[in-house]
């Protein structure tokens, strides 16, 4: 009686509404606007029959298009995709899920690989039936399996989600089955997409379409698993950039959609939610088409001049000052931001926010474009260790140049105030010279003048020695001719007498 009970409340909560009222909705739908198309200048997106809809680049967190990206879905079965994730971040491969009576027990016409209580499945298993068949009983096995209950597993995923940063998520379940307290936005679950997606198993097992599971004897059925998702290759809509994707479906929450795809650089995530099949996928692969074509990725420190820290040659004072081989100060290597086809870099904002949350993080550098943010570079300290602490630039502003850090202490954490000061060799080296130029300058003015102040009292002392020179060899001469003199004398003498 009590199970007979629980099938007829279902109904009720995913009452199907008429055809003509589906449809109706659908147009109204498509007619609503994308908030990014509002943005002066930002390339203009399709419209979509979603109610809503977002594209999102993977690698940088940036907004390429905004349909009502924070309003409440029900997410139907693309809640498997964070059941997954945290699959892959709590079990290895090989641990062994068993069924209990409760995860088996789920409404007969929702999607499920058909296991019994008290049957069992690898990890690998369950997440190919999870992610390929989206098996509502798998859901619920794995995730009394990671945390014991379906209520605790329910705790874990929006602790998750909450650290993922969403905004307006709340879940109940593992498997997304319809329930009002079950809830979700585009912009949350592209988020959760985003890390989702960062593995490569877990793009693979979204990505497949057939996955078989022999008989065992943990369970004693062959199980043919197959996606509904027509978005595979060799399906209707196939895709060929595609990386992975995760449908779902109910009554109420209409066709939702996940997708991941990667081209010329961009890896992106799409998000659709509340749409009529098969607009789920026209829709997506028309929104990834609008990314790839009007939007490229760049790194920030092949494009970024007025941040140019490298560029200044700084060291570190109490290291190394000429012989370190790289600047103390870079811009983040692997930073990218997403700039618009319509768009250049220099028409970008860019605020520096003082940010010492990391050991070798000095600084972020926020870009946008009228306030819709475009992505990050952090600047990096070259193998130091920093405490908080305040900088300013030479010139007084936020500048290129950072040339000397205050480090302060907090109330937690008094420390002693020191300074940490930066060096500019090369303007080092420019005064070195300079000052070597005005020095040997110096040295020669001296020197002129000292030999034009003196030239004439050397010229009179040589005079002076040569006048002496002369008056002895003078009185010589005379005292030799007195002498001379005498001795004719005295022999003219000595000759009379």
């Given at each position: 009686?009590?199970?007979?009970?629980?099938?007829?409340?279902?109904?009720?909560?995913?009452?199907?509404?008429?055809?003509?009222?589906?449809?109706?909705?659908?147009?109204?739908?498509?007619?609503?606007?994308?908030?990014?198309?509002?943005?002066?200048?930002?390339?203009?997106?399709?419209?979509?029959?979603?109610?809503?809809?977002?594209?999102?680049?993977?690698?940088?967190?940036?907004?390429?298009?905004?349909?009502?990206?924070?309003?409440?879905?029900?997410?139907?079965?693309?809640?498997?995709?964070?059941?997954?994730?945290?699959?892959?971040?709590?079990?290895?491969?090989?641990?062994?899920?068993?069924?209990?009576?409760?995860?088996?027990?789920?409404?007969?016409?929702?999607?499920?690989?058909?296991?019994?209580?008290?049957?069992?499945?690898?990890?690998?298993?369950?997440?190919?039936?999870?992610?390929?068949?989206?098996?509502?009983?798998?859901?619920?096995?794995?995730?009394?399996?990671?945390?014991?209950?379906?209520?605790?597993?329910?705790?874990?995923?929006?602790?998750?989600?909450?650290?993922?940063?969403?905004?307006?998520?709340?879940?109940?379940?593992?498997?997304?089955?319809?329930?009002?307290?079950?809830?979700?936005?585009?912009?949350?679950?592209?988020?959760?997409?985003?890390?989702?997606?960062?593995?490569?198993?877990?793009?693979?097992?979204?990505?497949?379409?057939?996955?078989?599971?022999?008989?065992?004897?943990?369970?004693?059925?062959?199980?043919?698993?197959?996606?509904?998702n027509k978005l595979l290759a060799g399906q209707k809509y196939a895709y060929?950039?595609?990386?992975?994707?995760?449908?779902?479906?109910?009554?109420?929450?209409?066709?939702?959609?996940?997708?991941?795809?990667?081209?010329?650089?961009?890896?992106?995530?799409?998000?659709?939610?509340?749409?009529?099949?098969?607009?789920?996928?026209?829709?997506?692969?028309?929104?990834?088409?609008?990314?790839?074509?009007?939007?490229?990725?760049?790194?920030?420190?092949?494009?970024?001049?007025?941040?140019?820290?490298?560029?200044?040659?700084?060291?570190?004072?109490?290291?190394?000052?000429?012989?370190?081989?790289?600047?103390?100060?870079?811009?983040?290597?692997?930073?990218?931001?997403?700039?618009?086809?319509?768009?250049?870099?220099?028409?970008?904002?860019?605020?520096?926010?003082?940010?010492?949350?990391?050991?070798?993080?000095?600084?972020?550098?926020?870009?946008?474009?009228?306030?819709?943010?475009?992505?990050?570079?952090?600047?990096?300290?070259?193998?130091?260790?920093?405490?908080?602490?305040?900088?300013?630039?030479?010139?007084?502003?936020?500048?290129?140049?950072?040339?000397?850090?205050?480090?302060?202490?907090?109330?937690?954490?008094?420390?002693?105030?020191?300074?940490?000061?930066?060096?500019?060799?090369?303007?080092l080296i420019v005064v070195i010279i300079i000052g070597a130029i005005l020095?040997?300058?110096?040295?020669?003015?001296?020197?002129?003048?000292?030999?034009?102040?003196?030239?004439?009292?050397?010229?009179?002392?040589?005079?002076?020695?040569?006048?002496?020179?002369?008056?002895?060899?003078?009185?010589?001469?005379?005292?030799?001719?007195?002498?001379?003199?005498?001795?004719?004398?005295?022999?003219?003498?000595?000759?009379?007498?």
């Open positions: 009686m009590l199970l007979l009970s629980y099938f007829m409340i279902i109904p009720a909560y995913a009452a199907k509404p008429a055809e003509n009222d589906l449809q109706q909705q659908a147009k109204e739908r498509y007619e609503m606007p994308a908030q990014t198309n509002e943005i002066a200048n930002w390339p203009t997106g399709p419209q979509v029959y979603a109610d809503s809809a977002i594209v999102m680049d993977a690698d940088t967190g940036t907004i390429l298009y905004a349909k009502n990206i924070y309003e409440a879905e029900y997410p139907a079965s693309t809640t498997k995709i964070l059941t997954g994730l945290l699959a892959q971040e709590n079990c290895s491969m090989d641990e062994v899920v068993e069924f209990s009576s409760y995860a088996v027990n789920i409404p007969w016409d929702a999607s499920k690989a058909n296991m019994k209580a008290g049957d069992s499945l690898y990890m690998e298993q369950a997440m190919y039936a999870l992610m390929v068949g989206s098996a509502n009983e798998v859901a619920t096995a794995i995730g009394e399996h990671i945390a014991g209950s379906e209520e605790a597993f329910s705790q874990m995923m929006n602790n998750r989600a909450k650290e993922l940063g969403c905004v307006n998520t709340n879940f109940v379940n593992a498997n997304g089955l319809f329930s009002e307290e079950h809830y979700t936005c585009a912009y949350d679950l592209a988020l959760i997409a985003r890390e989702y997606f960062s593995y490569e198993l877990l793009s693979r097992m979204s990505n497949t379409y057939h996955y078989f599971i022999d008989a065992s004897d943990m369970q004693p059925e062959d199980k043919d698993i197959y996606s509904h060929d950039k595609l990386v992975g994707s995760k449908t779902g479906y109910t009554d109420v929450a209409r066709s939702t959609l996940v997708t991941c795809a990667e081209s010329g650089g961009l890896k992106l995530i799409c998000v659709v939610l509340k749409e009529e099949s098969p607009n789920q996928f026209e829709d997506t692969i028309s929104l990834l088409e609008y990314g790839f074509r009007n939007f490229k990725s760049v790194y920030v420190s092949d494009v970024e001049k007025k941040y140019s820290i490298e560029n200044t040659d700084s060291f570190y004072s109490e290291k190394d000052l000429f012989g370190n081989s790289e600047p103390l100060l870079y811009l983040d290597p692997d930073a990218k931001i997403i700039i618009p086809a319509t768009v250049e870099f220099d028409d970008l904002d860019c605020e520096l926010v003082y940010d010492t949350s990391e050991d070798d993080k000095i600084g972020t550098l926020n870009y946008s474009y009228h306030e819709q943010p475009l992505g990050t570079s952090y600047i990096k300290i070259t193998g130091q260790s920093i405490s908080p602490m305040k900088f300013q630039s030479v010139n007084g502003n936020d500048g290129a140049l950072l040339s000397e850090m205050v480090v302060e202490s907090d109330a937690d954490n008094p420390v002693e105030t020191q300074k940490v000061i930066y060096i500019n060799v090369k303007q020095l040997v300058g110096l040295i020669y003015i001296i020197t002129y003048l000292r030999s034009y102040q003196f030239a004439s009292k050397r010229r009179d002392k040589k005079r002076r020695k040569r006048a002496k020179r002369t008056h002895n060899y003078m009185t010589v001469q005379r005292r030799d001719k007195g002498t001379q003199i005498r001795h004719r004398k005295q022999k003219r003498w000595k000759r009379w007498k």
